[in-house]
């Protein structure tokens, strides 16, 4: 689309908006391709006991890959979205609480010390790859 002018010279300008904004729609549709993940957590084949509380992080290995996504385990299953797709490191926070409520004598806030249920062998951490997504992408930690 070109404009011409009174003099006969020629304008460019209406040509690089619509060139502009092409790119612009373009580039929205552009960036790391992402997966919604699901399945179950459980510790040697067994479900997570019911008082614990735990959360997957996803990561993806390559920082330009896309976002890390967290996702909270509700009765041993978990539920994703935006998972970057390609290698994941996977880490789990699963911790359940021990002994009697306490008051902290700082704040005087009730609190209860907690213990890790994480096994050592999955305490680094898992690797999968993410190609699409999983509604059974499973952890038996």
């Known amino acids: 689309m070109l404009t011409s002018l009174g003099n006969g010279r020629r304008t460019y300008a209406t040509h690089g ?11 929205a549709g ?4 992402t997966a919604d993940l699901a399945g ?4 040697d084949g067994k479900p997570l ?3 614990a509380k735990g959360t997957l992080y996803f990561a993806p290995t390559n920082p330009d890959a896309g976002k890390a996504v967290a996702s909270a385990i509700e ?11 390609g290698e994941i490191s996977v880490s789990f926070e699963i911790t359940q609480d021990v002994g009697p409520k306490k008051v902290s004598q700082r704040t005087g806030a009730e609190y209860q010390e907690t213990k890790s ?8 951490g898992l690797r999968i ?8 992408q499973d ?3």
């Open 75 to 85: 009765g041993s299953a978990y539920q994703a979205s935006g998972v970057p797709s």
């Open 117 to 124: 249920l994480v096994p050592p062998s999955a305490a680094g």
């Open 129 to 136: 790859d993410v190609t699409g997504d999983n509604a059974n």
């Open 40 to 43: 179950k957590v459980t510790i």
């Open 139 to 141: 952890f038996d930690l």
């Open 17 to 27: 908006v619509v060139v502009a904004c092409s790119i612009a729609v373009l580039a």
């Open 49 to 51: 006991p019911d008082d």
């Open 30 to 33: 552009c960036g790391p391709s």
